[in-house]
T-cell receptor
Framework: QQQVKQSPQSLIVQKGGISIINCAYE??????FPWYQQFPGKGPALLIA?????SEKKEGRFTISFNKSAKQFSLHIMDSQPGDSATYFC??????????????FGEGTQLTVNP | NAGVMQNPRHLVRRRGQEARLRCSPM?????VYWYRQLPEEGLKFMVY????????ESGMPKERFSAEFPKEGPSILRIQQVVRGDSAAYFC??????????????FGPGTRLTVT
């Protein structure tokens, strides 16, 4: 019930194309859904996040779509660039006195954007 | 503003030795989380600490692993008698909020532990 499932495991996109990464969760108590970007040898960096009271959030070329009834959310990267090549992780967290804001991560998607 | 700092960045230990990983949270942050990333896998929660308190250690292996966040100084993740399966990247994250608020966390660059 604590798992977050992420797909695809890897994704290859041409420059200028749209990259789409999907995640699904089971626990309806989750109330915060961030996406992290990680480059090799670096720590994850917060990219964009959404709460379940909205269905979409857009920041620049990055958009999160959220479907509460289906318990799914996705990251869309518009006009993908070679510099976007990285591993992307979805995550989820919920409020709790003892759990704090611990994050449950998906398995990651390795995105490659070809020039 | 300095981000989350971790040291060492790389650590090599022989089986049976101890590993000590340090994390200094962002200025003003009093909540620290430790995560472990095995090769080709996502991050797994290990422990959540506030100053001088372990709040949630449900993700920590029962033996050999311990964590602390003293009143002064960095948070320490300690692994005793390391085994090859401990080889992984260990990430620390910090946040300024108490648990009932926003879930944002900021990650450090990680410590890559190799056990030979």
């Amino acid at each position: 019930q604590q798992q977050v499932k992420q797909s695809p495991q890897s994704l290859i996109v041409q420059k200028g194309g749209i990259s789409i990464i999907n995640c699904a969760y089971e626990n309806t108590a989750f109330d915060y859904f961030p996406w992290y970007q990680q480059f090799p040898g670096k720590g994850p960096a917060l990219l964009i996040a959404i709460r379940p009271d909205v269905s979409e959030k857009k920041e620049g070329r990055f958009t999160i779509s959220f479907n509460k009834s289906a318990k799914q959310f996705s990251l869309h990267i518009m006009d993908s660039q070679p510099g976007d090549s990285a591993t992307y992780f979805c995550a989820a967290s919920m409020k709790g006195e003892t759990s704090g804001s611990r994050l449950t991560f998906g398995e990651g998607t390795q995105l490659t954007v070809n020039p | 503003n300095a981000g989350v700092m971790q040291n060492p960045r790389h650590l090599v230990r022989r089986r049976g030795q101890e590993a000590r990983l340090r994390c200094s949270p962002m200025k003003g942050h009093s909540h620290v989380y430790w995560y472990r990333q095995l090769p080709e896998e996502g991050l797994k929660f290990m422990v959540y600490l506030q100053k001088e308190n372990i709040i949630d250690e449900s993700g920590m292996p029962k033996e050999r692993f311990s964590a602390e966040f003293p009143k002064e100084g960095p948070s320490i993740l300690r692994i005793q008698q390391v085994v090859r399966g401990d080889s992984a990247a260990y990430f620390c994250a910090s946040s300024p909020q108490p648990p009932s608020v926003v879930g944002e966390q900021y990650f450090g660059p990680g410590t890559r532990l190799t056990v030979t």
